[in-house]
C-alpha cells in the first residue's frame, strides 16, 4: 500500500502520481472504490486487483472531481454514468486513457482504463502467435473479401489484435475505414468513425454509408445486435474485408452466436473468412521461474490433450522483478481458418451442435487449451494459470481424473504384488537359512558323537 500526504501534497499531483504509478506498473485500469468511511484506490495489475491506497473520506470528492475535469465529464452531474477520455503526457509518459464515473449508494466510482498500444504498434509478431497460427491468421488476411472475427471477453486484448492487423493492411493502395465506440487509438492513414448514439449514428447508420465511400476494408468495433451482424456479413460478400470483435469464448460459439443473431447460413457460410479466438494468461518471470516434477494430474493431462508425456513444468517463485512470480501477460490463440468443406457443412441446416463441434474441431485446429498448454511446456506460463483461465470441459476432466485413478490403483495393485514377492522370497531364503542351520547342528553332533566314542576307546587304554 502507498500512502500520500494530502495535507501536503496538492490533489492535483496526488492524481498524477496514481496515474503516473499505475502506467510505470504496467497496470491495466485504476479503480477509485468509494467506501462507507474512505475512498479505496485499486489497481488491475496482470489481471488481477490489488489495494493501492485508502483515500480520506474528506479528500474523496475532490480526488473524484478531478479525475473528473480532466477527463472532460460534467463535474456537477453526481447522479448519472458518465464517460470521458484523458490524454496527456505525465513527467514525460504519453498516456491515453478512458474515464468511467458511475453513481453508487457510498459515492461515486470511477476506472480509469489505461490503453497500451506498444503491442498493436510492434506488429503481428508480438502478439504471441505460435507458428502455425500465425500463418492461418496471414492467410485470412490476404483474402481480397470475407468477414475475419476476433473473439474473446472483455479486456482479452481484442482490440489490440485487430488494431495488429489494421497495421499490417494499412499499406498505400488501400481505403480503410473503421467505426468504433470509442475510438481506441488514432492510425495514420485511417478514416476512423467514431459512433453517437444519441445523435443517431449508429454502428448501423455508419455501415451504410461507408459502403458507398468505396473501402477495401471495414473495421467494426463490435458486433452488438443482429443488425451490425447482417450489415458486416452482406458487406464482406460484396467485394469488402471486413474485420470485427465480438464477445464469444471459441470458434463453435461464434458461429452459434451468428446465426442466433438471424444471421442467414447461406450468407454466413459464403462470407466467414476466419475465427480468431483469445484469452490472456499471466506470463511467468524470467528471473526466479523454477522447474517441478508434473504431478499425476498434469502428467495424463497433457497426454491427453498434446499426445505428449510431459515430466517437468515452471512454476512461480517471487522476486524484486516481478508480482509473486508472474510479470505481464500474453495471449493464447484458437484459430479457425474457414475450408471449403467446412462452408458446405455450415450452410447445411441439419447439421446439430455435436456435428459441428467434431467438423470444427477435427484434428486441424488447435484449439485454446492446447495452444495455452504448449506455452506450459514452453515455460511461458503455469499449469495452474491455464486451468484457471481456459474453460476445461467436465467430461474430459472426468475421464482425466478416472484415468488417474485408475493408474493409482494398478500402482497400488503392483505394489502388493511386489510386497508379496518380497516377503516370499524372505520366507524362502529363512527357510534355506533354517535348513542350513540345521545341516550345521547335525554335522555338529555327529562330530561330538564321535569324539565321545574317542574318549570311551582311549579311556581305558589310559587306564
Sequence with gaps: MVEYDFQRIPIVDIVNQ????????NASDIHLDPREDCLVVRMRMDGELQDHAVVPKEYERNLVTRVKLISNMNITETRLPQDGAIKGRIEGKDLDMRVSALPTNEGEKVVIRILDFTKSLSGMDSLGFSPKNYKLVEKMMAVPNGIILVTGATGSGKSTTTYSMLQALNKQETNIITVEDPIEMNIEGINQVQVNSEIGLTF????RSILRQDPNIILIGEIRDSETAQIAVRASITGHLVLSTIHTNDSLS???RLLDMDVERYLLSSALTGIIS???????????????????YEEHFFLKILNKRINEVYEPVGCEHCHRGFRGRMAVHEVLYIT???RDVLSD???DKEELRKIVYDGSTTTLLQDALEKVVEGYTTFNEVVRVVEVDADLEKSIVNEVAEDEE???AKYEQDELARQKALFDSLEVI?????????????????????????SPING
Design 434 to 458: 533354517d535348513a542350513f542351520e540345521l545341516e550345521i547342528i547335525d554335522a555338529f553332533t555327529t562330530e561330538i558323537e564321535i569324539i565321545d566314542m574317542y574318549d570311551l576307546v582311549i
Design 278 to 296: 483469445q484469452k490472456l494468461v499471466r506470463t511467468l518471470c524470467p528471473h526466479c521461474r523454477k522447474k517441478r516434477p508434473v504431478t499425476p
Design 204 to 207: 448501423a447508420a455508419v455501415l
Design 254 to 256: 461464434t458461429i452459434e
Design 410 to 412: 494398478k500402482l497400488q
Design 340 to 342: 471449403d468443406h467446412l
Design 349 to 351: 441446416p441439419s447439421i
Design 18 to 25: 496514481i496515474i503516473l504509478y499505475a502506467a510505470q506498473h
